[in-house]
């Protein structure tokens, strides 16, 4: 189990190749306007930087040195600022993901209630290690740190998006499956055990409607 | 499992009696029209409209509450909001309410956020009022984006019926609400870096003088505090400050969001007074040990504050001065309940790991301290580590303490020195013997 | 006055310095790094820790409270402060690493932490000698190191533009390169990417750094992380002499340094002059030093049978003075230059005054549109204020070329410009009159017609005065030597350039790249004296000040005043 990684930082590509077309490349009318509403929020222009770089993020699937300059452009901030933030952040994608990237917690309470087995089963089942795509581009593995759900330790996110909770081998069949079919998991409602007791369960009736945070692949948001 | 043998009382109070005000059991009470019939959105009415309240008056009672910040330092909350300077006409000031909830072992605020949204804009609401703030920048982190739409829904909401905005419920008092999204940085959860973040700059902590209330977002004077800090305040307005004074113990009272997790059967978010026993929580709250093992050791606070020994809880309550004393902090009373077969090791490992991780890189000791503390316990853990390595480990943690603009070195050193000194025997079981003493070098 | 006690000292303060830029201006020296005075302050080195303590103030009297000995009582902040980012206060008492053993620890602390992923590169690093990185752990750093692991690899050879090269291992994340782009020349092309110790700065992908300041970060990194392309490996630091002088690529007259070994100009890096570049300079300056080096002339040449052949001094001094002679004297063309220093082209226009020519000329050098509102101006050359102070004009083109036309130009004596290069005149208008000329570089296009051909000393070997585009005087020493000997460049070359010339007895003397030029000050007294004509032969300090007493819009230029800042002049209207 080596958690180091080798502690060698690569040099990202000075010149690098265009990955969207000329058509591709851009901002549409509601997109632009979008970011315009964004900017209003803030006194300055850098301010709608982060939410900028979401939404071109949902819109391209990841931020290439091209998109990240585009929406630099768009806000008319210097394009050195916007690719300072975005690499700092780790949620924003530099490089292009799987269709489904699983990020699987492994920090504190999840490391003590069994996420490195999690991540060692979903790596076996996928045959790929963490940090890696599988071959048909469906699946990146990432172990994360701590996303905010210790209670239902070990659990998952998948592409910034849905938890899922309670991960359990026969769970992780599941997720594998129906995303294989296209299907993102449900948005899950933790009940608190306090309400388990008082309310006999959940106490939202409307969890189930819930639509979940999605990226959507590449061909289909251009579409 | 450690039955209680009665050493201690709790400072709680009756709470298995206690009724939850902060998640009261609602069904759907996170809508706004449910949340309005029980009561939701009074505070913000009375502090508005009722003449008996002004600014400096929700300030004055909020400090009497004696409300400590609760994300994590502790700090009076009644007492930073009066930090603010005289209002400067036409000048905006601005609140950030952080609900960067980062903190491994820490996740309260995402059910808070879940389940009584209003609580926190009403809050929010009701802060601004009491500092006169043009804006309030919510920062949710960004992995909670399915929590953030749900914000965001219900902000829409409230904009439309007029309880935030221009002329608020039909009064001269406006204010606005931003909900800023995250991506992905633990650091972003420091109170300036938060700022930082919010401007659209890297995330880099800034140096404190000076401080947020004199210069904050875009040099005007800024407050932070944390979700669940802010969604007592229309509590204390509603029902007094010395009701919420008499919650729990003197010093550090109120309702508190208790996260517990770990090796115990029933994990999760608990609401209960502060000054609960510890040994109340694990063994009567969340159902007792996993498995029925016997408790090894708790990290009462998320994981940068020292972790204590199962024989170190002994009437030991949750609240800041008790845990104080016991030799560890309140922190975001994010509780992780570690059983006997727990590797110690293995645990400070990842916790290094954690810290490496999520520095930002500004300052030296702590960006090059953290990795350092990493390989070391690492080594360690791999069976590679020399006994000097320990006497190293504490000797960095000295070095980076105290040393950095922000307390992430801090909070990375707290943890390696605690576990190491509490738990020494298991450390040095795993080191090979060693011929050099430790700090061979001056 | 408030008062400061700095290690049981106290100080007095003036204004409302920060504690550090305090302690380096009253010579208490704390290490640091990441501080620059003209930049915002980050305070993320956390090198200059200090331990700080300001007096208890009663809360209702604000009186200070002392103790029984009548002493303020001092209440010392919990945690260690950086020095750099406090205001000094009245009353104010700061321990630094000399007198508590906390902040020694905590500065060689901080230097530890710096060097463990910090490569091991000195042998091949650029910043050896003068890396503050170097001098600071060899001062304040513990011996040795405890660090038992594979350092962090980051990119090592990164070409950020042109003439700058990154090598991300050896940065230590002071952000004064990002801060520079953002703050002071705003290009913006620089930021710091990733986070943690993955931390490095690096232009954005597709974007070069190739703005006009982009080597000034060269000089403010602190570690060789940012070097040279052009310097990288040509020479130690402590190989080179360096002579403080200014630059002569505009009319700006930036203050420089002149890096000199064997006699060769290696670099040029900026010197301070808060009234002038302040800590700056533009690349097109740095990188015009190759012009002292190449295509220097041989020695003095004169034309016999339609070639040029090279002389002794005496006998070019001769052949000038007959040319002289075999022409109607009053209607020589006398030319100065720009280029040239105030002495030069005083001197010239005294010998144009006794022989009884008209009032010498000079040629312009103005490209329009290449000023930027800083350190890069319009004019292409150092002095050309400095001539139209002394009642040299720039050249009327069509007046010239009418009496040249008109056989009212018998001669002309050019020094140390180009008029066939600059397109005043072409060979044929000059090929049948005589022509004298101190040329500065083989490649000077109307050597193709000159009669006699005085090589001129450039800049940086001779002594003088300049006068930049604000009115500001600056005086030049010599940093190349020449090869002809002349006391004035001797002594003004001094101690500093010694023991790197060594005596001829050393192994390590060096005879070479010796140009055979002399200062055209020393030039023009010997051809006026072989016309029979006296000019002052005074040294170039005489000669100024002389200057300064008779010619209006020179008052107050000695270079006593001048010094190493130079003397702001009056500014003058029109001149006579």
Request: with cysteine; hydrophobic share 35%; net charge negative.
């Amino acid at each position: 189990m080596v958690f180091i990684r080798q502690p060698i930082v690569e040099l990202p590509d000075q010149d690098p190749e265009r990955i969207f077309s000329d058509d591709e490349l851009v901002f549409t009318g509601e997109e632009k306007e979008l970011i315009g509403r964004f900017q209003k929020q803030y006194p300055t222009p850098e301010g709608a930087v982060m939410k900028a770089l979401w939404l071109a993020q949902e819109k391209f699937g990841f931020l290439p040195p091209e998109v990240i300059r585009l929406t630099a452009d768009e806000l008319g901030i210097p394009y050195s600022l916007a690719y300072g933030v975005a690499t700092f952040y780790t949620q924003y994608y530099k490089e292009k993901m799987g269709r489904y990237v699983l990020d699987v917690c492994t920090c504190f309470s999840c490391q003590m209630c069994g996420g490195y087995d999690m991540l060692h089963l979903l790596e076996k089942k996928l045959g790929i290690h963490e940090g890696e795509t599988t071959d048909d581009g469906l699946f990146s593995i990432q172990e994360v740190e701590c996303l905010g759900a210790c209670g239902t330790a070990p659990m998952l996110q998948v592409t910034n998006g849905p938890y899922v909770h309670n991960l359990t081998e026969d769970k992780l069949d599941g997720l594998i499956e129906s995303l294989r079919a296209g299907k993102m998991p449900p948005f899950v409602s933790v009940t608190l055990p306090q309400d388990e007791d008082e309310m006999d369960g959940n106490r939202r009736t409307d969890a189930e409607a819930v639509e979940v945070y999605q990226t959507p692949p590449r061909g289909l948001a251009m579409e | 499992m450690q039955p209680s043998n009665g050493a201690g009382t709790t400072k709680a109070g009756d709470w298995r009696n206690y009724k939850r005000v902060l998640l009261p059991p609602i069904r759907d009470l996170h809508q706004l029209a449910v949340y309005e019939k029980n009561g939701g959105y009074t505070a913000l009415r009375s502090v508005l409209t009722d003449s008996k309240w002004d600014p400096k008056k929700v300030t004055d009672e909020v400090k009497a509450s004696g409300l400590r910040g609760r994300g994590g330092a502790g700090f009076s909350t009644g007492m930073k909001w009066s930090f603010m300077p005289p209002v400067e006409p036409d000048k905006p000031r601005y609140l950030a309410c952080n609900g960067d909830e980062s903190e491994p072992g820490t996740f309260k605020d995402r059910q808070l956020m879940e389940y009584n949204p209003h609580l926190v804009f009403e809050g929010i609401l009701i802060a601004a009022y009491a500092m006169s703030i043009s804006t309030t920048y919510l920062y949710i982190r960004g992995e909670y984006a399915d929590w953030i739409k749900h914000m965001e829904h219900e902000l829409e909401k409230i904009y439309a019926r007029g309880f935030v905005g221009k002329n608020i419920m039909k009064t001269d008092f406006s204010t606005e609400i931003v909900i800023h999204k995250g991506a992905g940085a633990y650091i972003c959860g420091e109170e300036t870096s938060l700022l930082e973040s919010v401007e659209g700059k890297r995330a880099y902590p800034r140096i404190k003088p000076p401080f947020p209330a004199q210069k904050g977002l875009w040099a005007r004077p800024t407050t932070v505090n944390n979700v669940e800090s802010l969604a007592c305040a229309p509590l204390i307005v509603n029902r007094g400050s010395e009701w919420f004074a008499r919650l729990g113990p003197a010093k550090h009272p109120g309702p508190v969001l208790y996260g517990i997790s770990g090796h115990v059967n029933r994990p999760g978010v608990y609401e209960y007074p502060t000054g609960m026993l510890i040994t109340d929580l694990i063994d009567h709250v969340a159902g007792g040990m996993r498995g029925g093992k016997k408790l090894k050791a708790l990290v009462p606070g998320g994981a940068s504050v020292p972790v204590l020994r199962a024989d170190m809880i002994e009437g030991v309550t949750m609240d800041a001065e008790s845990l104080r004393e016991a030799g560890s902090m309140m922190g975001t009373a994010g509780m992780l309940i570690l059983d006997e077969d727990t590797d110690m090791v293995k645990f400070l490992r990842r916790v290094t790991h954690f810290y490496h991780h999520e520095t930002c890189g500004q300052c030296t000791p702590c960006r090059e301290g953290t990795g350092w503390l990493e390989n070391l316990v690492t080594r360690i853990d791999d069976g590679e580590g020399n006994l000097r390595d320990l006497d190293l480990l504490l000797d960095l943690c000295d070095q980076m303490e105290g040393r950095t603009v922000c307390a992430l070195a801090d909070g990375a050193a707290w943890p390696v020195r605690n576990t190491i000194k509490r738990f020494r025997d298991e450390f040095e079981a795993k080191c090979r013997k060693s011929i050099f003493a430790a700090g061979v070098v001056a | 006055m408030p008062q400061v006690t700095i290690d049981n000292k106290v100080f007095d303060v003036e204004g409302q310095p920060k504690l550090l830029q305090f302690c380096l201006d009253v010579g208490v020296e704390l290490p640091h790094f990441c501080y620059h005075p003209a930049m915002s302050i980050p305070a993320n080195c956390r090198q200059c820790l200090v331990q700080i303590g300001t007096p208890v103030k009663d809360r209702e009297t604000g009186e200070i409270k002392r103790d029984d000995n009548g002493d303020p009582i001092i209440q010392y902040f919990p945690k260690l402060m950086t020095s750099c980012s406090v205001d000094v206060s009245d009353g104010m008492v700061v321990k630094t690493h000399r007198s508590s053993d906390v902040v020694d620890r905590a500065q060689k602390d901080n230097l530890e932490f710096l060097l463990i992923n910090h490569p091991l590169d000195c042998p091949i690093c650029d910043q050896a000698g003068h890396c503050p990185l170097q001098i600071q752990s060899y001062k304040y750093g513990s011996e040795g190191s405890r660090f038992e692991f594979r350092k962090v690899h980051k990119p090592k050879k990164v070409m950020l533009g042109p003439r700058v090269m990154l090598d991300a291992e050896r940065c230590i994340n002071c952000t004064r390169c990002t801060r520079f782009t953002d703050e002071i020349s705003k290009s913006h092309q620089l930021t710091i990417i990733e986070r943690g110790v993955r931390n490095y700065p690096l232009t954005p992908p597709g974007v070069v750094f190739d703005e006009p300041y982009s080597m000034n970060v060269i000089d403010i990194c602190p570690v060789g992380a940012l070097t040279s392309v052009d310097f990288r490996f040509r020479a130690r630091i402590w190989e080179m002499s360096s002579t403080p002088s200014i630059t002569v690529t505009n009319a700006k007259g930036s203050n420089c340094e002149y890096w000199v070994r064997d006699n060769l100009v290696l670099r040029i890096t900026p010197r301070q002059n808060r009234k002038v570049n302040e800590y700056w300079l533009p690349d097109e300056d740095r990188t015009a030093y190759h012009m002292f080096n190449e295509n220097r002339p041989d020695g003095p040449q004169v034309r016999r049978e339609g070639k040029l052949m090279r002389v002794g001094w005496q006998d070019a001094y001769r052949a000038a003075a007959d040319r002289l002679n075999g022409v109607d004297r009053s209607k020589v063309l006398f030319l100065g230059s720009a280029h040239a220093t105030v002495e030069d082209n005083y001197l010239l226009k005294q010998l144009a005054e006794a022989i009884g020519a008209d009032v010498p000329v000079y040629i312009p050098h103005v490209e329009p549109g290449k000023a930027d509102e800083w350190l890069v101006t319009d004019d292409r050359t150092p002095n050309a204020n400095g001539c139209e102070r002394l009642g040299i004009h720039p050249v009327d083109e069509a007046l010239i070329r009418s009496k040249l036309e008109g056989g009212e130009i018998e001669a002309v004596y050019v020094m140390e410009d180009d008029p066939i290069g600059s397109g005043l005149f072409s060979e044929d208008e000059l090929r049948d009159i005589p022509v004298i000329l101190h040329p500065y570089h083989t490649t000077n296009e109307t050597l193709a017609v000159a009669d006699v051909a005085l090589p001129a000393a450039m800049v940086v070997e001779t002594v003088g005065t300049y006068v930049n585009v604000d009115g500001r005087a600056q005086r030049v020493r010599p940093a190349k030597a020449i090869q002809g000997v002349n006391r004035t460049l001797m002594m003004e070359m001094g101690a500093s350039r010694q023991d790197k010339h060594g005596t001829p007895f050393d192994r390590w003397h060096n005879e070479s790249n010796r140009i055979d030029c002399l200062p055209s000050w020393q030039v023009l007294p010997e051809i006026a004296e072989s016309l029979g004509l006296a000019l002052p032969k005074g040294s170039p300090k005489q000669l100024m000040r002389q200057i300064a007493e008779t010619v209006d819009g020179f008052e107050g230029a000695t270079y006593d005043a001048m010094g190493l800042s130079g003397v702001q002049l009056v500014e003058v209207g029109e001149i006579a």
